[in-house]
């Protein structure tokens, strides 16, 4: 099964800390996403990744960078954290080659105080 | 830009009534439309899609159609299960390459044996 892994599942840090949200997929991928979920407002785009290097903004960038440096690995980087990127971020892959279905990661659950 | 819309936060129903989930969208293109599942604790993933409109997508015995006239892919189920609580969204792809999807805000189902 093609699967989306991300790390940790669980993260408390403190305002103004940096924070590293990690992705991987095991088939090489091309596209990869990262979302983050609210309440009541449903999945919203951060930024995504056509490839190593090709990185896009999404809806919602600020306050956030990425980095992908080898196609099964991609990152969310949050310098400077603030409370109201307290939420659950979710990595994404397109399955590609004419398949349009995403696979998603199981989240990680952020609590910035 | 795109958008999606669900009118319907939350849905509660008893075990073998019918479901109904609105949903409406906008767009200037011709998308492929979805609806993913989300469970407690876990990424969304794929219940079902539809790419031409007037077609119906059918899947664990949800069913939806893309209504091109009305702009709207409503889910309907005729029995549901305890086992069908979850959130659901719906979810348009940007037509060729999907490679990106916009959600609705999701509706909560919850289910009661």
């Known amino acids: 099964d093609m699967k989306v892994t991300q790390m940790p599942r669980y993260l408390i840090k403190r305002m103004g800390e940096n924070v590293l949200l990690e992705c991987g997929q095991d088939m090489s991928h091309e596209t990869m996403y990262w979302y983050r979920q609210d309440p009541g407002l449903g999945l919203q785009l951060i930024y995504i990744?056509?490839?190593?290097?090709?990185?896009s903004e999404g809806d919602i960038p600020k306050g956030y960078r990425v980095s992908r440096k080898k196609r099964e690995h991609f990152s969310l980087i949050l310098d400077s954290a603030k409370t109201n990127q307290t939420s659950v971020y979710f990595c994404?892959?397109?399955?590609?080659?004419?398949?349009?279905?995403?696979?998603f990661g199981s989240g990680t659950r952020l609590l910035v105080i | 830009g795109d958008s999606v819309t669900q009118m319907q936060g939350q849905v509660t129903l008893s075990e073998d009534d019918f479901l109904f989930i609105n949903c409406t969208y906008s767009t200037t293109w011709y998308p492929t439309l979805f609806w993913y599942v989300q469970y407690p604790g876990e990424g969304p993933q794929l219940l079902l899609k539809?790419?031409?409109?007037?077609n119906k997508g059918i899947s664990r015995g949800f069913e939806a159609t893309y209504d091109k006239r009305t702009t709207s892919f409503h889910l309907q189920k005729a029995s549901v299960q305890e086992s069908d609580s979850a959130v659901y969204y719906c979810?348009?792809?940007?037509?060729?390459?999907?490679?990106?999807?916009?959600f609705g805000k999701g509706t909560k189902l919850s289910v009661k044996s």
């Open positions: 994404a892959f397109l399955q590609g080659k004419g398949n349009s279905d995403y696979t």
């Open positions: 539809v790419t031409t409109a007037n």
């Open positions: 990744s056509y490839d190593v290097d090709s990185n």
């Open positions: 979810v348009l792809g940007d037509g060729g390459s999907n490679a990106k999807l916009t």
